[in-house]
């Protein structure tokens, strides 16, 4: 977020995607025990709603174009 805040929208945006990606990553691999605040609803459910969350995000942060253009 202090990424997009400092006006590096591409930047900021492959970070919160590649973050989002890694939460599903977490997700899909970790033990139950060791989840926390990630288990929140079915393992299936949260790795394919934050896979594609993800995938959506990266997608806007490599088509969005810079502000100085």
Not at 9 to 35: C, E, I, K, N, S
């Amino acid at each position: 977020m202090v990424l997009i805040g400092l006006e590096y929208w591409r930047r900021g945006l492959f970070v919160f995607g590649a973050g989002t990606g890694f939460a599903a990553f977490l997700r899909a691999f970790l033990p139950d025990r060791r989840q926390g605040l990630l288990r929140v609803r079915s393992r299936w459910f949260d790795v394919t709603v934050l896979a594609l969350a993800a995938a959506a995000i990266l997608v806007v942060s490599w088509g969005i174009s810079p502000l100085d253009t």
